[in-house]
């Protein structure tokens, strides 16, 4: 392995100050809100301790690139290392994050891309953060340092607890580095900005998805589909022959995936929900849905983004029906904000808790911030 040099990445455990301060809460059932950049706070529930407002312990000063290696496509960082310098030093050896996730601000670091599991535009083709996931060292309730999973594909037996802190937001336990699978940058890339009506794109993509494609991305908004092509350059070069339409911006992918685009208007004051479906649903009939410049197709379809001031239920309820699950992104008041969460079945409800229960019986871990329960 090598180290990467201390001019390009601030490196500086903290560990230990971490640990110290979870040893504190755990006595004396002080509940934490963990935080990295702070950039993703709207997404999940406020974080509230039984008897009143959570303490702030922030992982910003655990940060540094401890391990990587190029030539096995391997980076182990430390959680509160900024997203941007990860990026960028990958960048530097022609490599990259395939999971493509997204920042929603300068501040963001890697252990909040790890808490909340999120992916940009690439996740259908490349896979999403937890298939890139190695192992992770988390900070577990009695303030001692963990190594879960370690730094090969195939090195878990059992219940693998890396993967499960991805999208966990925190609340099972404080993640101090990750290692992750890292991958080269394609060697072109080329957008195209394709007019048709929304049937026709998406019986396009199903068509498409069942060949050897190039493609990374697919979104469908304002009459046209946006695709984006990556690999070899004399394959990328035919398929865009092939596919027509006009070039389009590099700058779309980064927009969409960062929600800079005009759809995502932070003064429409209807609340925005994300649907998760099934490869080829079709357009769905969506209460509160009064015009297609309402919902953004992204994943090829798989991801639905949906401005609507119907009821939290009558929206879910839609989702249910086609095989997936919706989440409120931003919400406008009620049930949308108090449970952003799709409600869990009685069954997977019970493992969630009884999980909760065992890795932090006190709920000092960001307490409420999926469900209101735990």
């Excluded at 008897?51 to 922030?58: C, D």
């Excluded at 309730?141 to 993967?163: H, I, P, T």
């Excluded at 639905?304 to 009558?314: C, G, I, L, Q």
Aim: charged fraction near 25%.
């Amino acid at each position: 392995m090598n180290d990467i040099p201390s001019r390009d990445v601030v490196n500086h455990d903290a560990s230990e100050a971490l640990a110290d301060r979870i040893r504190r809460a755990e006595a004396e059932g002080t509940p934490l809100r963990l935080v990295g950049g702070d950039t993703k706070a709207f997404f999940g529930r406020k974080v509230q301790g039984r008897a009143g407002e959570a303490e702030t312990l922030s992982t910003r000063e655990h940060r540094g690139i401890t391990e990587y290696d190029p030539v096995e496509l391997i980076v182990s960082v430390r959680a509160g290392t900024p997203l941007r310098e990860l990026e960028a030093a990958l960048a530097a050896e022609g490599q990259m994050l395939p999971c493509e996730p997204p920042h929603f601000g300068d501040d963001a670091t890697v252990g909040g891309m790890i808490a909340t599991g999120l992916s940009g535009p690439r996740r259908p083709w490349a896979g999403s953060v937890r298939d890139f996931v190695l192992g992770t060292r988390v900070i577990m309730r009695q303030g001692s340092e963990q190594r879960f999973g370690g730094q090969v594909m195939k090195n878990v037996a059992g219940y693998d607890l890396s993967r499960l802190m991805v999208g966990a937001q925190g609340t099972l336990g404080l993640i101090t580095e990750v290692s992750m699978k890292v991958l080269p940058l394609p060697g072109a890339s080329r957008s195209l900005h394709l007019d048709m009506p929304l049937a026709d794109a998406l019986e396009r993509l199903a068509e498409w998805g069942r060949q050897p494609l190039p493609i990374t991305a697919a979104a469908w908004l304002d009459g046209a589909l946006h695709l984006r092509l990556e690999g070899g350059p004399s394959s990328v070069a035919a398929t865009a022959e092939r596919l027509g339409g006009d070039e389009l911006l590099d700058g779309f992918w980064e927009a969409l995936r960062e929600q800079r685009l005009d759809f995502f208007a932070a003064e429409d004051p209807r609340a925005l929900w994300r649907l998760s479906l099934p490869h080829h649903t079709p357009a769905l009939e969506i209460p509160g849905v009064t015009a297609e410049t309402d919902v953004l197709y992204d994943w090829a379809g798989c991801q639905r983004w949906v401005r609507s001031d119907a009821d939290a239920e009558a929206i879910r309820a839609v989702a249910r029906r086609a095989g997936g699950h919706a989440t409120c992104w931003r919400g406008t008041g009620g049930a949308a904000v108090d449970t952003p969460f799709t409600p869990l079945e009685p069954v997977v409800e019970k493992y969630h808790r009884n999980l909760k229960t065992q890795l932090d019986p006190k709920g000092i871990f960001n307490p409420g911030r999926l469900y209101a329960a735990f």
